[in-house]
């Protein structure tokens, strides 16, 4: 499928469902590339994208070298789970909800996880849900992996109350301005993790 079909797909369901969406374009190349350059490609572990959308992120990933079996994408919209599954037949795709995401996992034999990479428009979702998919996402994830977030707004996506809930420590690691909006790019990550892993490498 051409680019300007796909984007005009995205248009329609955005139009179709603007909170679930979040989105009137999919995200640029360069903000694609910001997401992936927030993953340390040399370790191992597998690559879980929330919220594949149409497969910018996911184009991304590949071009950056991280394996096509070291992919899952998670997206609950079945319109945009067969885009990805069309454009993407190598990589895992997991048609469901970020919020079910280590059954979703578990189900398909997927693990363990390096980074978890979010399209989600997390900042249309209701706290209470959005919780329950930054927990499950934070528990998804290796000792050393990372959780990155894209955002349009000028905050971190993730409330403060759910970074305080989950002991998470918040990052902005990117602006992209030329993205259709600026977006920053915001990685998360559990601080014990972070000092135990410096310990080790001390
Ligand atoms: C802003 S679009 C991002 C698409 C793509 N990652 C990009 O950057 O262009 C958000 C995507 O998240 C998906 N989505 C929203 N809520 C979801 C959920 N709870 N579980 C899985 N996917 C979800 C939407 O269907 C949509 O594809």
Do not use: H
Not at 81 to 90: D, G
Not at 159 to 184: K, M
């Amino acid at each position: 499928m051409a680019p300007l079909r796909r984007n005009l797909g995205f248009l329609r369901r955005w139009l179709q469902n603007p909170k679930a969406v979040g989105a009137v374009v999919p995200s640029g190349r360069s903000l694609a590339c910001a997401m992936v350059a927030g993953i340390d490609l040399e370790a191992p572990g597998t690559v879980v994208e929330l919220g594949g959308g149409t497969g910018n992120i996911t184009a991304a990933l590949l071009e950056a070298g991280v394996p096509s079996n070291r992919i899952a994408v998670v997206e609950r919209d079945p319109g945009f789970a067969r885009v990805i599954a069309a454009r993407f037949p190598e990589v895992t795709l997991l048609q469901g909800d970020a919020a079910e995401l280590r059954r979703l996992l578990r189900d398909a034999g997927i693990g363990p996880v390096k980074a978890v990479v979010s399209g989600l428009p997390l900042l249309s979702i209701p706290d209470r849900v959005c919780l329950r998919i930054i927990a499950e996402a934070v528990e998804a994830l290796q000792e050393d992996g990372v959780l990155l977030q894209f955002t349009y707004g000028p905050a971190s996506p993730v409330s403060r109350r759910i970074l305080t809930r989950l002991g998470l420590q918040a990052e902005r690691i990117n602006w992209v301005v030329d993205n259709i909006p600026p977006a920053s790019v915001w990685r998360y990550r559990v601080p014990q993790r972070v000092s135990l892993q410096t310990q080790q490498s001390a």
